[in-house]
């Protein structure tokens, strides 16, 4: 997003809004590992909210998931299909 910055004087300068982004570690249930990604904070509240990453990562829309995260989304779902049949 972009905005702007303006001054006890009223003067606006472009200014520009990125997402918290963090490296944390999340561990899936299924797969028994830990994964490092990128993530923002918002994610993040996600991922608790739907009760851990095996759930949350195979809610997500593949466009919204990068290559790294589309290749646990599959690995994910292969498991969880495995265990089910």
């Known amino acids: 997003m ?3 910055n303006v001054s006890h004087a ?3 300068t472009k200014r520009i809004y990125r997402p918290n ?3 944390i570690a999340l561990a ?3 797969l028994g590992n830990s994964y490092k990604l990128k993530i923002s904070t918002n994610a993040l509240r996600s991922v608790d909210r739907n009760g851990g ?3 949350f ?3 997500c829309k593949d466009s919204q998931l990068s290559p790294r995260a589309l290749r646990l989304k599959r690995a994910i ?3 969880a299909a495995a265990k089910a049949a």
């Open 2 to 4: 972009v905005g702007h």
């Open 10 to 12: 009223n003067n606006k």
């Open 21 to 23: 982004l963090q490296v």
């Open 28 to 30: 899936s249930d299924l």
């Open 53 to 55: 990453l095996d759930p």
């Open 57 to 59: 990562i195979l809610k």
């Open 77 to 79: 779902a292969k498991k």
